[in-house]
């Protein structure tokens, strides 16, 4: 649960300079947390940050979440805890920031390289058949998707 510190001593300040939509977001975000671990980023222990940033891995790898989005939200829970340990250090307090160095792994860019290579050599197929007249358009379709689905069956 979120507690009212977090509410009358970060989050006011935090958002402040925050438009309306970025706000409401960043809100989600922290109240997304919350429900992981059951509080507030005040709290933070090292065992909540990796279980949050695994959560959201696992998220992009079952495509329930994009790249860019777990990439967005991680960078707002750094942001939020790092405003919170600014704070509390200038308070006399200590708090340490566990997604400070936390990034997400790069997503991987072979795959997608793979399909437009399938995908123009496939074209390129189409192309010199209908070129070479080898082909009539109706049994062209049909010959491009066995092609298609042996390539990517071949690299994947």
């Given at each position: 649960m979120i507690s009212?510190?977090?509410e009358d001593e970060i989050w006011i300040y935090f958002q402040t300079n925050l438009s309306s939509r970025t706000r409401k977001e960043y809100w989600n975000i922290v109240k997304d947390f919350d429900r992981l671990t059951g509080h507030?980023?005040?709290k933070l222990t090292r065992k909540e940050a990796l279980n949050y940033y695994n959560n959201l891995i696992?998220?992009?790898n079952s495509n329930k979440l994009s790249y860019n989005t777990a990439v967005m939200r991680l960078s707002v829970m750094k942001s939020v805890c790092t405003f919170i340990e600014t704070y509390t250090v200038n308070h006399g307090k200590r708090y340490i920031n566990h997604f400070e160095s936390m990034s997400?792994?790069?997503?991987d860019k072979r795959?997608?390289?793979?399909m437009v290579y399938i995908t123009?050599?496939?074209?390129n197929r189409i192309r010199y058949c209908l070129k070479m007249q080898f082909l009539m358009p109706e049994k062209l379709i049909i010959c491009s998707v066995r092609?298609?689905?042996t390539m990517i069956t071949k690299h994947f």
């Open positions: 009212v510190k977090f507030d980023p005040m696992e998220k992009v997400l792994p790069e997503q795959h997608a390289f793979k123009l050599s496939v074209v092609h298609l689905m």
